[in-house]
């Protein structure tokens, strides 16, 4: 069934494990996630981007994850990733997201809170939940200073005041991860989770940029508080590659349907060991 994100992200906060946001783009990756969720009975969130609406087109998009939904005995929540602006916002929720992202936090506090607010009025009263963000992600080749750290990741008091100022239903927080393919491995900055966590308990936090950080990394920053766990690039690499090797292995083959279904298992593999590390199988 399709649902917001308090109940889920709530009971994930309070058993200490996270629950994960996968994107998706088309039918394959739907299925994909869909059937790795219900196999492990956990609870999922399924995410499109901006440039993933345009891609699929939103309506067709939200068709496929309903119907998927209201077969699937499991809590999925239908999510918003980086809206820019609250015209998306609108569009995704007025056609039946459940959670939307606002991710205005490139501005100025003042103005990040002030737009975020904005999606939040319009959001709440429609029984929809908010995710916003504060601070900034690293790059995948940074090698970041104590005095750039601070200067960019999200910082502890403004992490208290945005989510009060905003009534926001979970933030996402800068704490060293990046989006994309990593060249070193990521160092994340523990201690700075642990603070913002213990300062507003209450409000789920989210680490983005989660693909290729290590499992032990993702079960430490989720015993320190992180409730929902962003990935992508993960799924694309598995999907590519399991596409490519299907077509190395059967050159003339003119099915569509096998290269891009070992394509769509690869997801599905993925996303089941990503479930695992994340500690939500049997959690629906
Ligand atoms: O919002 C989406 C995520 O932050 C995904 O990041 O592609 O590095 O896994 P990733
Ligand atoms: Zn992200």
């Known amino acids: 069934m399709l649902v917001n994100s308090?109940?889920?992200?709530?009971?994930?906060?309070?058993?200490?494990?996270?629950?994960?946001?996968?994107?998706?783009?088309?039918l394959e990756t739907i299925q994909a996630i869909m059937a790795a969720a219900t196999a492990k009975r956990s609870p999922v969130i399924l995410a499109v981007s901006k440039s993933a609406a345009k891609y699929g087109?939103?309506?067709?998009?939200?068709?496929?994850?309903?119907?998927?939904?209201?077969?699937a005995d499991i809590p999925v929540i239908l999510n918003l990733d980086h809206g820019p602006d609250f015209a998306l916002a609108k569009d995704c929720i007025d056609?039946?997201?459940?959670?939307?992202?606002?991710?205005?936090?490139?501005?100025?506090?003042?103005?990040?809170?002030?737009?975020?607010?904005?999606?939040?009025?319009?959001?709440?009263?429609?029984?929809?939940?908010?995710?916003?963000?504060?601070?900034?992600?690293?790059?995948?080749e940074d090698n970041i200073s104590?005095?750039?750290?601070?200067?960019?990741?999200?910082?502890?008091?403004?992490?208290?005041?945005f989510a009060r100022d905003t009534q926001i239903d979970s933030l996402a927080?800068?704490?060293?991860?990046?989006?994309?393919?990593?060249?070193?491995?990521?160092?994340?900055?523990?201690?700075?989770?642990?603070?913002?966590?213990?300062?507003?308990?209450d409000v789920p936090l989210v680490l983005h940029g989660s693909s290729g950080v290590p499992a032990d990394d993702l079960r430490e920053a989720i015993r320190r508080g992180i409730a929902k766990i962003n990935i992508d690039t993960d799924l694309r690499q598995a999907f590519l590659a399991a596409v490519q090797q299907k077509m190395a292995a059967e050159p003339d083959s003119v099915d569509i349907r096998a290269i891009l279904g070992a394509g769509r298992?690869?997801?599905?593999?993925?996303?089941e060991s990503k479930i695992d590390i994340f500690g939500s199988a049997n959690q629906a």
């Open 6 to 26: 308090i109940d889920v992200l709530e009971a994930a906060s309070r058993q200490h494990y996270a629950v994960g946001h996968f994107n998706i783009n088309n």
């Open 95 to 140: 056609a039946g997201f459940t959670n939307v992202m606002i991710d205005t936090s490139k501005y100025p506090y003042e103005e990040n809170v002030r737009l975020t607010r904005e999606v939040v009025a319009y959001a709440h009263p429609r029984g929809v939940t908010v995710e916003a963000e504060i601070g900034a992600l690293a790059g995948t």
């Open 57 to 71: 087109g939103l309506a067709n998009l939200v068709a496929l994850v309903r119907l998927a939904s209201e077969k």
């Open 173 to 201: 927080i800068a704490i060293g991860t990046a989006h994309g393919v990593y060249k070193a491995a990521p160092q994340l900055d523990f201690d700075r989770l642990s603070a913002i966590h213990q300062a507003i308990p």
């Open 265 to 271: 298992d690869a997801i599905q593999r993925t996303v």
């Open 146 to 161: 104590v005095e750039e750290k601070d200067a960019r990741y999200t910082k502890l008091e403004e992490a208290v005041s």
